[in-house]
């Protein structure tokens, strides 16, 4: 079984365009059933692909300022939309191909012509060219970013460091069994080292199943994000010398020895200016770009089904 904690001295720890989002109608029905039109392009007996994993299920008909959304179209959207439901999943591959054909529409009434960056599709390049074009959207001045620091220092600290050993007892997650008997085990040895602490390295060397054991449990230096959350969790609020108690992590049980700990500092503002500066305006384009689709949604001739028009946020 992999530890998946880096078990090294070098460090580490266990652990070893996107579519807008839109709250489906709580009392309408997702969609309503548009009539159909005569012609070989509607009649099913001609082999239109109506049907989504079964014959009992047809894929809905719908129509932005009347252009109608392909069945084949929905089928490849539905793959990027799990949800609890065929319905939910459906309704949301659907209300995503509205919004991209809205701004194909608008793109097109523009003329916008743009020549893709390295990345990019034609596509992604219209559509950003559109946005800057259309989506006024102001930026983070010095004094808005210096106020929104002050109001939140607490969220701009340098990561704490711990230097750890461990002793890991591996068992299986899901096996209860095998997971009680690691437990007895771990409680034993922690009553082992209680008595005797200096023994730490030969106990990891006899019982881990990291390969740190070899270092005497020794991970290194520890910062967050380099363990699994469930143990970084526990880890971190840890103070020097033995843990009292077994750790549990998805790998099994950790007996823990902190050895040195050196907490976070204060980040100046000069440190975290520009991080600040683009969550900010990163913000401002998410609620600049959810008016204007809700201004293009509100202005526009959708039939089929029912989307929140422009009252309502698309996007959060």
Known sequence: MGCGCGGS???GGCGGGAHPEIEVPAEAPLFEELPREEGPETDEAAGEPSLIASSEQEWPRVRVNGVEIAAQAIARELQYHPADSRDEAVYLAVQALVLRELLQQRIGELGLVVRAEAGESEEEAATRALIEREVPLPLADEATCRNYYSGNRSRFFSAPLLAVRHI?????ADDAEARS???EQALELLGQLQAAPQGFAELALRHSACPSKEQGGALGQISKGQTVPEFERQ????PLGLCQQPLESRYGYHLVFVDQRIDGEQLPYEAVAGS??????QRVWQIGVAQYLQNLVGAANIEGIHLQGAETPLMQ
């Open 9 to 11: 001295t070098g460090g």
């Open 168 to 172: 890991l007892l591996a068992c299986a």
């Open 181 to 183: 008997l690691a437990r």
């Open 235 to 238: 880890l971190f609020r840890l």
């Open 276 to 281: 600040i500066r683009a969550e900010l305006n």
